[in-house]
């Protein structure tokens, strides 16, 4: 009886000591630093050595921010990537049809919201349909678009064609115009005068070249709406009336030759201005007398 009482002491005895040995082995046995722990527990918010004091969890023996998104402060603009907590970025947004994210706000809306809104989005080529950025339609295609006097400038670029003053050749200019580098200009062309022996109205064989030039500048502006005057002209030698008539044959024969070279008659008027309009006045010389006896021609709207 003694014996198993004195048994029943000396075990508990052994196991107070034993439990009292331990729990100064535990006391005694230091944490892991940060960031190495073994459970959550020395991830949390209140050890010493946690350098953000915000309770983190025990992955594969190490303290992280995050097991998944719901670990993270704000799910909603956050993800759990390898263990911490990034932003997340439209790329993580998935909008319904139509609308696409706001990068600012991670929402979902519309890219434009009122019909002919531009720029749109900033693109001044695009313009709001149905609350979407499309291209905007072009101003012109084409000449046959633009009003008259106006041609169709950048026609293949969408957003830059637009009409503008000019002319091609399926866009002329008007009458009395003519199309140089793609404007109208006033038609003109210089038509040389030609000159005459004393006394006489044939056409002399040095002058036949300068006719050939005058008739076909003579047709191209007739072609703008034009006529051409042809005044005869003489010396000053002789009376005021042969000069006048010396001057109608002079005219009457240029203008027969050009009727040759393919002119229109009906586009050609004749004049004698005699020696009332010379070129050298008071002429004494061979030279000066020669300036004054000419044909001059003059392109109008309508004959005198």
């Not at 969890?57 to 190490?62: A, E, P, Q």
């Not at 295609?141 to 026609?155: E, F, L, R």
């Not at 199309?179 to 005459?196: D, L, P, S």
Request: positive net charge; proline residues 6%; glycine residues 8%.
């Amino acid at each position: 009886m003694y014996a198993a009482r004195l048994a029943f002491y000396f075990r508990r005895i052994f196991l107070i000591t034993g439990l009292a040995s331990f729990t100064l082995f535990l006391m005694a046995c230091p944490e892991p630093k940060w960031p190495s722990c073994k459970d959550d527990k020395n991830c949390r918010s209140d050890k010493k050595d946690n350098p953000v004091s915000v309770a983190y969890f025990c992955i594969n023996g190490s303290c992280v921010q995050c097991r998944n998104v719901k670990d993270c402060p704000d799910p909603t603009k956050q993800k759990c990537v390898n263990n911490a907590c990034v932003a997340k970025t439209c790329g993580d947004i998935t909008c319904p049809g139509g609308k696409e994210c706001d990068p600012t706000t991670l929402g979902c809306k519309y890219p434009c919201e009122n019909d002919g809104d531009s720029p749109c989005k900033g693109d001044s080529c695009k313009v709001c349909r149905n609350h979407q950025c499309v291209p905007k339609p072009p101003k012109c295609t084409k000449n046959g678009d633009c009003p008259a006097n106006q041609i169709c400038q950048n026609a293949g670029d969408s957003c830059n064609a637009r009409c503008e003053g000019g002319c091609a050749a399926d866009k002329p200019c008007p009458a009395g115009q003519e199309c140089r580098n793609g404007q109208c200009a006033q038609a003109t062309c210089q038509a040389e005068t030609i000159y005459f022996d004393f006394n006489k109205y044939f056409i002399r064989s040095d002058a036949r070249s300068g006719l050939q030039r005058n008739a076909e500048c003579v047709k191209k502006m007739v072609g703008y709406g034009k006529k051409v005057l042809i005044e005869g002209h003489c010396d000053e030698r002789g009376t005021r009336e042969y000069n006048l008539w010396l001057g109608r044959r002079r005219a009457s024969t240029t203008k027969k030759y050009l009727v040759q070279l393919g002119v229109d008659s009906g586009k050609v008027c004749t004049v004698s201005k005699g020696k009332e309009d010379p070129v050298v006045t008071n002429a004494t010389d061979g030279d000066g007398h020669q300036k004054n006896r000419r044909a001059v021609f003059k392109f109008v709207d309508s004959c005198p």
